[in-house]
């Protein structure tokens, strides 16, 4: 198929699932186009079978705030027609599915159907914001499919949208070949743990110092912070009000998770809310078992006491508490990374998960003619 795929192209899971998706498509000989402000951070784009078009915003004097959603869709329909796609497939509901519906309303010789992935935050958070609420919910209403990564975020959707469209559960993957584990690393060194994000306030990065803080009173253990965003410098500041900065790294964005997960000894996660948790998943695919938070689409991911711990929202002390059984305990921490490597190997990598996607392209496709409304049945 000729398949157009829009994300954000900066970090951010939505765009790495977007793009790992594009990437094993072009593997299985899809043609994929991604359309996008930027060369998402993953994406090789010398890659067979990938091409890469840059949506370009032209400022105007009288643009206050550029329309880059009315650009997206001009290069949506553009690469549509030149490329003759069969679908757009978009990530994160706003705005790029109404820029899909633009670009479908836009290429009037035939139909383009597009189908929007919601991820998390883009109902979590901005579909619950007042004025964006009303677009969040005629885009997934007019979309020809809508996939979303969690049974969590199906419910969630259902209910506080009110919508009757059927929406198809496609849980995030990962690749096991790249992200495995690694013991000759892992041995080397002090106990590691690892916080993977954005940085932004719902992923509760200072539990992160909090709980490292208890951890230090019990194993001498680094922690190590990838990746950046508005609570980095809070974070920083914490690890030097409870003199821990020494033990603590903040790498930065970091490109290469494969090579940095699997010398670490546990992941924690203690975010408010994860609609899937795609940091968790690498992790076990590593064999490094997760210590998250039990909320929103983890449970999905993570049996806890068996591949993992989910402990409450902000309860720091039982966070920390299971870290420090990890660190020190070596036949439990051998017994959940073997079973965290399993998950991932037996029901999220991509062999499993990208056919999933194969099949529901193939059935929006064939959906030809049918009411939007009623436009794919589970
Ligand atoms: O919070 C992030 O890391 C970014 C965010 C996004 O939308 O880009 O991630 C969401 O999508 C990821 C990929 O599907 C999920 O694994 C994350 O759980 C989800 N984040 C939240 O729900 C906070």
Partial sequence: ?????????????????????G???????????????????RL???????????????????????????????????????HALDLLHVHYAIP????????QQMTTNRRLPFITTLHGTDITLVGTDRSY???????????????????YMRKRTVEFFGVRKPIEVIH??????????????????RKRILHISNFRPVKRVL????????????VDAELIMAGDGPDRGPAEHLARELRV?????????????????????????????????LAALEAMACGVPPVATLTGGVPDLITHGVDGFMEPVGDVDAQAGRLVELLTNEDLHGQIARAARSTAETRFCTDLIIPQYERYYERVCSLEGTPRAASVSN
């Fill in 172 to 189: 995030n993957f990962v690749n096991c070949s790249l992200y495995r584990p690694d013991e000759e690393a892992r041995s080397q060194g």
């Fill in 1 to 21: 198929m000729r398949i157009g795929i829009t994300c954000y192209p900066t970090y951010g899971g939505s765009g790495i699932v977007a793009t790992e998706l």
């Fill in 96 to 103: 790029h599915s109404i820029s899909a519906l633009l670009a």
């Fill in 245 to 277: 900065e020494e033990h603590v790294q903040f790498l930065g964005k970091q490109n290469h998770m494969e090579r940095l997960i699997p010398r670490m000894h546990a992941l924690h996660l203690p975010s408010e809310m994860e609609a899937f948790g």
């Fill in 207 to 218: 539990d992160c110092i909090r709980a490292f803080a208890k951890v230090r009173n019990h």
């Fill in 44 to 82: 090789d784009p010398g890659t067979p079978g990938i091409h890469y078009h840059e949506v370009e915003v032209s400022t105007y004097p009288l643009f206050q705030y550029p329309p880059y959603s009315l650009a997206l869709a001009s290069r949506m329909a553009e690469v549509a027609e030149l």
């Fill in 23 to 41: 990437m094993e498509l072009a593997q299985r000989g899809h043609e994929v186009h991604f359309i996008s402000y930027a060369n998402p951070i």
């Fill in 133 to 151: 609420f009303p677009i969040t919910k005629f885009s997934i209403e007019q979309s020809d499919g809508v996939t979303t990564i969690s049974e």
